[in-house]
């Protein structure tokens, strides 16, 4: 009966609990450049990070003509909260979340600041299915 309960209270936790604040999908916010085009304020492309409601963030390049994250760029690594499941510890970026709306940083760097993506998913599909043609 006793491991039952536990088995059960892990399972809620693990479902989204704890770090549901960070869960989603996130766009870094913009600037415009001299030609037009939107560019992070550091001068690259946009960043966008996914965090999975256990532990893992996925992190890409948001290409501006394809609405998408580029393939080529996406890299996972662990993510860890804490301050009461209000910020996260990534690679050497510490974020924020408040809402629909984050900051992150590196060590004191140039302060990011990101907006929830909502609908339509940009980051590319973790799983590719081989084509059956051959």
């Known amino acids: 009966m006793r491991a039952s309960f536990i088995t059960v209270c892990a399972l809620i936790l693990l479902s989204g609990g704890c770090t549901a604040g960070f869960t989603g999908q996130w766009l870094e916010d913009g600037v415009q450049s001299a030609d037009g085009t939107t560019l992070s304020p550091t ?6 990070l996914n965090f999975d409601p256990v532990s893992t963030v996925w992190v890409g390049r948001y290409s501006e003509r394809g609405k998408v994250v580029d393939n080529g760029s996406v890299q996972s690594d662990q993510y860890s909260v804490y301050d009461g499941w209000s910020s996260a510890h ?3 970026m510490i974020a924020h979340v408040n809402g629909d709306h984050m900051e ?4 004191g760097g140039v302060q990011r600041h990101f907006t929830r993506v ?9 799983v590719e299915i081989p084509p059956f043609n051959e």
């Open 90 to 92: 990534f690679g050497s």
């Open 43 to 48: 001068g690259e492309k946009r960043m966008a």
């Open 118 to 126: 909502k609908g339509t998913s940009i980051f590319p599909p973790t």
């Open 104 to 107: 992150a940083n590196v060590g």
